[in-house]
């Protein structure tokens, strides 16, 4: 059974970095049918597409986060991260990290990141 | 970016009652759309893709449809369980946005 499972800091400065890892076990990440993707959910709100990537290392970022994302892959550890630059409260969220198919079916928990 | 507007942003119904969501895009998404279901402290769970697609293991209670700019997801009875918020999001073009839910709570 494939599983995602988001890790990294749960408390962020304003001003510095945010980094996240998803390690997804039960399958590849190297497999040619998915991409892995990295979607947010503001405390109370709805949710928010960050970007995506290949095991190839291509990406797609959404512009509304203003090029500070950078999402990388390693496909030797099986696992995929993501940074974010420059946080303010606003970046306060829970962090999901997903296998995007077709369609996103699998989800990782999910983490609260706060900034503060 | 595709604008998602789900309504009504909440539904108060009983067991055993109809539920319909509506979910309207600002430009087509063809039938690129999917449904997800978040109940509190959950990731989301794919319920309906392609518009009117069941995902794996879901109940058949659950029905979508519409193409273009105007979808519904219908939950034929509710569930004790199906208490939760619904999030429409389209995968037509980059980047995928989401509704803003639509909370079936218990009357």
């Known amino acids: 059974q494939l599983q995602l499972q988001e890790s990294g800091p749960g408390l962020v400065k304003p001003s510095e970095t945010l980094s996240l890892t998803c390690t997804v076990s039960?399958?590849?990440?190297?497999?040619?049918?998915?991409?892995w993707g990295w979607i947010r959910q503001p405390p109370g709100k709805g949710l928010e597409w960050i970007g995506s990537?290949?095991?190839?290392?291509?990406?797609y970022h959404n512009p509304s986060l203003e090029n500070r994302v950078t999402i990388s892959v390693d496909t030797s550890k099986n696992q995929f991260s993501l940074k974010l630059r420059s946080v303010t409260a606003a970046d306060t969220a829970v962090y999901y990290c997903g296998r995007v198919g077709t369609n996103l079916d699998f989800w990782g928990q999910g983490t609260l990141v706060t900034v503060s | 970016e595709i604008l998602l507007t789900q309504s009504p942003a909440t539904l108060s119904l009983s067991p055993g009652e109809r539920a319909t969501l509506s979910c309207r895009a600002s430009q087509s998404v063809y039938n690129y759309l999917v449904w997800y279901q978040q109940r509190p402290g959950q990731a989301p769970r794919l319920l309906i893709y392609d518009a009117s697609n069941r995902a794996t293991g879901i109940p058949a209670r659950f029905s979508g449809s519409g193409s273009g700019t105007d979808f519904t997801l219908t939950i034929s009875s509710l569930e004790p369980e199906d208490f939760a918020v619904y999030y429409c999001?389209?995968?037509?073009?980059?980047?995928?946005?989401f509704g803003g839910g639509t909370k079936v709570e218990i009357k």
């Open positions: 039960g399958g590849s990440i190297s497999s040619s049918n998915y991409y």
């Open positions: 999001h389209h995968r037509s073009n980059w980047p995928p946005t």
């Open positions: 990537i290949y095991y190839s290392g291509s990406t």
